[in-house]
């Protein structure tokens, strides 16, 4: 038994750091992608002095050591009015269902470590990917506490836009999960996972998005709505609300809150790796190694396999951070009234629409 | 379930719930009924219901307390500064909360389950969606044709003119 809880403490201790430094490393991203967009040079100055020479590491410096230090050291402000116990409960609130969400995230198949099997995946649980829902909707309360308890008008208006927003763009998610499920016919994302294995015709491998491309679209658009980032950013929108729900946070709380926002999009990209983009599958490997369609096939330790995955997932999951980042930097925000109905009047009645639609093609191909 | 276990979470439950009713200021007050029904999910989830649990914490935590919220923070309610007359609303709630109570004992106490763990395939998906679609398919459908049909009265009465 001890054995088995020091087996997930690892599996835990792992993926939480991998998550936070990963967190912060895309602070980085975020600044220089858009000093790229804007034609700028971005974060350059602060460094290590060393030799005579200043050491930037290309702004990571800045962004890994001076941005933080600034923060941490900063003073942190309760306005007058505002709910004490609240306002310094909401950024804490605001992280936790985030970092929680990584619990059944597989990033590996199986590792046997002497007669050991053991699943790269923190927690399996049978109620698999409503565990992921649960934790999202969850996730609402740190920005609608940030935005009451604040006292503040800014805040407030942020928290409310807020809540409203994600609780439309959940029914879109819940909905493009529901066709997923019934796509795979499980609602454990490891298995998920492992049924992206297969190959269709003996070359493509069968990953969610060939099946499910509109399901796709719609999770990585309600996940974004979701984590509100450019172009769903109304409840922080900074020309209206200054910086809505956070206004009046600073120091290591806001720190928080920034880091609760990246957090949630390596989560969005870790999940639409997961399910759209066959998670930690490598077309033509398998357990015990590369299986090509021309008949080439290469035996491979399984240590080496289960790093091959590992390094599969980690990509699939850097690539939508980037992209992620990207789409920030690329779109303007929408208006409050084009945000509502692209909610309830454009993604709801399409999700609906593919959910009765996979459910009638998986009738007929099971019934012919 | 572990007696601690189920000990913690009651108790938690109970503080929880009279957060609800103590506390003067509303959104206090929705946040503590957060809590108790995050318990409560809790407590599904330690007596096997895994799916219960996890709907409960969808569906009621996070999103019909967060509309409770949403209301409370739109219409700016603040705290309720009229004293209420202690004897009377804790004597209604008294009474009928000792109905409840009798009530509740009676009909546990002539339903005959016995204590005892659960059966494997207690509280999974497939075990559920059997009794919800199979089984018990037509008051299912039923119900849901209720919930369409407050939804519809719901948004009759909110639009100002119907075409």
New interface residues.
Partial sequence: MWVEIGIATIKALVVLLTVLPLAGALGWVERKGSALIQDRIGANRAGIPLFGMNITLQGLVNTLMADPLKLLTKEDVTPRGADRFLHALAPVVNLFPALVTFAIVPFGDVLFIGDREINLQIAQLDVGILYVLAMVSLGVYGVVLGGWASNNRWSLLGGIRGSAQMISYEVAMGLSVVAMILTYGTVELQSMTRQQGHLIGGWVPAWGILYQPVAFILFLTAGIAESKRVPFDLPESESELVAGFFTEYSGSKHMLFFMTDFVEIIFVAAMVSTLFFGGWQVPYLFRDGFHFPWGTAIALPNLVVAILELLSFTVKMLFFCWFQIMLRWTLPRFRYDQLMRLGWKGMLPIALANVLVTAVVILLVQGA | MTLPIFALLALLIVVFALGVILAR?P??SA?SL?MTLFFLALLYLFLDA??V???Q??VY???IM??F??VI??L?LQADPEERSAVTTLGTAGTLCAAFVALLVYMVGNTGIAAGPASANFG??QTVAEALFIRLMLPFEITSVLMLVAIIGAVVLAKRTIQ
Avoid: C, K, P, S
């Fill in positions: 200021n959104v206090r946040l957060v895994h799916l649990g996890a709907l914490i969808i935590t996070g999103a967060v509309l919220l949403f923070m739109l700016n999974t998906i």
